[in-house]
């Protein structure tokens, strides 16, 4: 026994399936969960054991899933033709061979709440007991639907009846499996191959196992889990909005227990992987996706969007700014209503207000855009100002330009500047201006025509029109 504690731990994933209740072209498990595939979840909880091998089954959309799973499955088997749960640890046998002796934890894929601390109970339990196989079940007020656990009159663990194969009686028990299990891989081979798929799904079950377990006089035990909620399998859409509920509503918590204040927790979408440092406040309906990170004492005010970017300490993202894929640095201002596309780099200091639009750009520290412009493919010095209403053309039709400006340039409201073009340390532009040449440091650039001032042009135009009306 005390060789089965320190057995080598190999976790099988069970991905082949298609999961029809989610009447979707999407394949169940890539249907995502807090910002991710619910798969990916399952994954993340094992990997938390430190395993030494992760194999994941794979089937309908297989191309799709391995990819969702990069990085996070050491390997994949094909499952061909989805004939059941137990057929999918079957495709697995001999990936599971090689580990010979050790255990191998099997999880449904659609369990994307679980917890790794749950996992490591169960696997510890299994490992200390010696039993053949270990698996978890909870109380449901509600269990139509779920394979049963069928126990004696002292409790100890009979079998698993179906829903689908139970009668009226075995429909009552409240107790069901949830797709959790933990076997000796070398009891697990030599069963797999007893499976038979004689049932009303015509299906192989890997909850078979468990009678050919018992029948060789093996200990079985079924390990009922208090929190039903977290090793429930998502079936359908509802379940699904409820299952990211979960895990937003436990990093929201995990964050305020970090020092950040959330106004209303529940109407606050941070990514279960993003960071957020103390002292930030978050307004409601601000969604933080991906592995974003924003610093310490920032305010995030209501209806941002910031996926993929990292905010430096201090910032303040005011009302419905999107970020996306970008970088701010300490002490930087944006919005109300700005759009940082990818690619967008701001110093400390910066300040970007209403209305502005910046992509593939990089702006010193202390440059400001305050209003209504489009900034792309552009370097901006720092201390830089752009006025109201400046456009960068960085398009042609067929190629992007650059927009260069060197520390301290100055340009006037509404300008326009025709990429490709250079603006030295310290030019400046006149309001109005097309800028289509480089402007040297410390020039003047103004492009607009002479003003003409027309006098008594009002009066007289207004003589005509009397005029014409009688
Ligand atoms: C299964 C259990 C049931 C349990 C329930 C918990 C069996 C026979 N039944 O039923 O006792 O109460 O989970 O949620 O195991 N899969 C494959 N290949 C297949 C079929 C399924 O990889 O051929 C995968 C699915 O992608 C899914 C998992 O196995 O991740 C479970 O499949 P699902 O169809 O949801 O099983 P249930 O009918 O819910
Ligand atoms: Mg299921």
Redesign the pocket.
């Known amino acids: 026994m005390a060789k089965q504690s320190r057995s080598p731990l190999t976790v099988l994933v069970?991905?082949?399936?298609k999961?029809t209740r989610m009447r979707s072209d999407t394949i169940k498990?890539l249907h995502e969960v807090a910002g991710r595939p619910m798969v990916a979840h399952v994954l993340e909880a094992a990997r938390g054991l430190k395993p030494r091998r992760t194999i994941t089954?794979v089937?309908h959309q297989a191309d799709r899933v391995e990819q969702a799973l990069t990085g996070e499955s050491d390997a994949f088997v094909l499952?061909k033709e989805?004939?059941?749960?137990g057929?999918?640890v079957m495709q697995a046998a001999a990936e599971l061979g090689k580990a010979r002796r050790g255990t191998v934890l099997i999880l449904?894929?659609?369990l994307p709440t679980l917890r790794t601390a749950t996992l490591r109970r169960l696997v510890n339990r299994h490992q200390r007991s010696g039993a053949h196989m270990t698996l978890m079940s909870a109380v449901l007020d509600d269990a139509t639907g779920?394979?049963r656990i069928v126990r004696d009159e002292k409790g100890g663990f009979q079998r698993?009846v179906?829903h689908k194969d139970a009668d009226a009686a075995e429909r009552q028990i409240p107790e069901?499996?949830?797709?959790i299990y933990c076997a000796r891989i070398d009891k697990l081979l030599p069963v797999l191959e007893k499976l038979r798929p004689d049932n009303a799904q015509g299906e192989y079950?890997?909850?078979d196992a468990v009678h050919y377990m018992l029948e060789r006089k093996g200990l079985v035990e079924a390990v009922c889990h208090d929190d039903a909620e977290e090793v429930l399998?998502v079936?359908n859409r509802a379940e699904l909005a409820r299952a990211s509920v979960t895990l937003y509503g436990r990093h929201a918590a995990a964050l305020q227990e970090r020092g950040v204040t959330l106004l209303d927790a529940s109407r606050t979408w941070i990514d279960p992987r993003a960071r957020v440092g103390a002292d930030t406040v978050i307004y409601p309906d601000v969604y933080i996706e991906g592995a974003s990170k924003v610093g310490k004492h920032c305010v995030i005010r209501p209806g941002c969007r910031i996926s993929g970017s990292t905010v430096g300490n201090g910032c303040e993202i005011k009302d419905h700014s999107v970020v996306l894929d970008s970088k701010i640095g300490n002490d930087a201002a944006v919005g109300p209503f700005a759009h940082l596309r990818p690619g967008t780099d701001l110093g400390a200091e910066v300040k970007i207000g209403n209305f502005v639009e910046i992509k593939k750009t990089r702006m010193g520290k202390g440059a400001k855009a305050s209003h209504l412009s489009y900034l792309g493919d552009a370097e901006i010095g720092s201390g830089s100002n752009i006025g109201a209403g400046t456009i960068t053309c960085n398009y042609d039709g067929v190629n992007k330009h650059r927009t260069e400006l060197g520390a301290g340039v100055f340009i006037g409201s509404d300008t326009q500047l025709v990429a490709p073009v250079k603006l030295g340390k310290g030019a400046y532009v006149g309001a109005g201006s097309t800028v289509t040449q480089d402007v040297p440091a410390g020039a003047l650039a103004v492009s607009r025509t002479k003003q003409t001032n027309i006098k008594g042009w009002v009066a007289r135009k207004q003589k005509r029109r009397d005029k014409g009306s009688k």
């Open positions: 069970l991905a082949a399936g999961g498990l089954v089937g499952q989805q004939r059941g749960t057929h999918a449904n894929g659609d779920y394979g698993i179906e069901i499996n949830c797709g079950y890997i909850t399998g079936n």
